[in-house]
């Protein structure tokens, strides 16, 4: 099979590399095997990638082992940052192709996937910048001694990474292993892997020496499996499901104990106070939940509304969604596309069955979207209460609950009621308020009038069950860099 393919989207043609991606080159896997990648938005295929297993890894670490050991170690981090600087020029060069395949493999609206690649660009900016800025400190014990502290590289990390944001996650990733002077093995989602490996051809082009970053398409229970366990990996970082997220960190620790960063799922709440204003809320609630088609870690699923407003909210939210567009990707009004796979498409309609059937009321949506494609109307159940498994569970899809609440303290109670403390958000007119609040709910990011405003100067990660660690601003770093102290003993004259 081939290692690129022409590949015709709506709105152009490209070339699209489908090698795995090993010490700057595009190759075939060990075991000869190719996957399908599926358009959502029809179901047919787009194209077979090579599938990348467990001796592919292997290679792939080798070279990054060899790239951190010779070339890249030579490299300044000044050049480092040129390096990123430059990768991030090149995206934001092809917007219009990356944001083509985003929309393509992903489903996504393209209008949002260009917001993606413009994130993703700003990203890597910011690490490039920070690249030059990794000090360490002296520290003054005694007259006789000179104590100084190191921010080393971590050394040749492993990357896995999930399908609903694919070009964004894999920026997320690279950007903080890169500027801190790590080498890279990367593993993108089995269902989109087409925009990681386009991003590749531009990391060649770059100039980054061979093996920094290797990029391999393949399946979690083979290849990232392999990650997980593998010896000669100094470090994982996974984004996904909490399940998944068990599974890497016990292969971490019944391996070499490597080093760990988590961010998992959640079920966040979206807290309406009765001195919200409304019409704005309701603009925040509707993108905390459908942006995305709903496939969002930090998603605003749990709406709890204070019963003054809780009717009128409901009038106001049921309206508000209903203008939403749901639709072909590649349709500059589309804000709303196909869910990413038919097993996605299956979990959700799943849940959505379990809602009615537990006896929550639909007040819209609730079924198929046209009959092609993984399309799920938007929905929002009402009428719930804390023992449902829509109140309870990650849907990961266009679902969301709306429940009642009567004082501040309830509202606080039944925010922190979950496994999970990834996101919030409280929605007031009071400071004094939603600081109060801000402060009382556990989740690593609480949104103050607003929702899903992330971006990379903002450490983002969760509490509880949504992982270990941070991605983005400067914490991010503390993940890839190991602290050595030095002391030296001073010869009196």
Known sequence: MALFQSIKTPVLTYEQPLGLFINNEFIKGVAGRTFETINPHNEKPIVAVHEGAEEDVNIAVKAARTALNGEWKTITPS??????????????????????????????????????????????????????????????????????????????????????????????????????????????????????????????????????????????????????????????????????????????????????????????????????????????????????????????????????????????????????K???????????????????????????????????TVVTGGDRHGSEGYYIQPTIFADVDENMTIVKEEIFGPVCTVQKFSTEEEAIRVANSTNYGLAAAVHTTNINTAIRVSNAVKAGTVWVNNYNTLHYQMPFGGFKESGIGRELGSYALENYTEVKTVRVHLQKS
């Open 79 to 324: 050049e480092r940052g040129r390096l990123l600087l430059r990768l991030a020029d090149f995206l934001e060069r092809d917007i219009e192709t990356l944001a083509a395949i985003e929309a393509l493999d992903n489903g996504k609206s393209v209008t949002m996937a260009k917001g993606d690649v413009n994130n993703s660009a700003g990203c890597l900016r910011y690490y490039g910048g920070w690249s030059d800025k990794i000090y360490g400190q002296t520290i003054d014990t005694d007259s006789n001694s000179l104590t100084y502290t190191r921010h080393e590289p971590v050394g040749v990390c492993g990357q896995i990474i999930p399908w609903n944001f694919p070009l964004l996650m894999f920026a997320w990733k690279i950007g903080p292993a890169l500027a801190t002077g790590n080498t890279i093995v990367i593993k993108t989602a089995e269902q989109t892997p087409l925009s990681a490996l386009y991003v590749a051809k531009l990391i060649k082009e770059a100039g980054f020496p061979p093996g920094v970053v290797n990029v391999i398409s393949g399946f979690g229970r083979t290849a990232g499996a392999a990650i997980a366990s593998h010896m000669d990996i100094d470090k994982v970082a996974f984004t996904g499901s909490t399940l998944v997220g068990r599974h890497i960190m016990k292969a971490a620790a019944d391996s070499n104990l490597k080093k760990v960063t988590l961010e998992l799922g959640g079920k966040s709440p979206n807290i309406i106070l009765p001195d919200a204003n409304l019409e704005d809320a309701i603009e925040w609630v509707n993108l905390g939940i459908f942006f995305n088609h709903g496939q969002c870690c930090c998603a605003g699923s749990r709406i709890l509304v204070h019963e003054d407003i809780y009717h009128k909210f409901l009038e106001l939210f049921k309206k508000r969604t209903e203008q939403n």
């Open 326 to 360: 749901v639709g072909d990707p590649f349709h500059s009004e589309t804000f709303q596309g196909p869910q990413v796979s038919q097993l996605q498409y299956d979990r959700i309609m799943g849940y959505i069955k379990d809602g009615k059937g537990a006896g929550a």
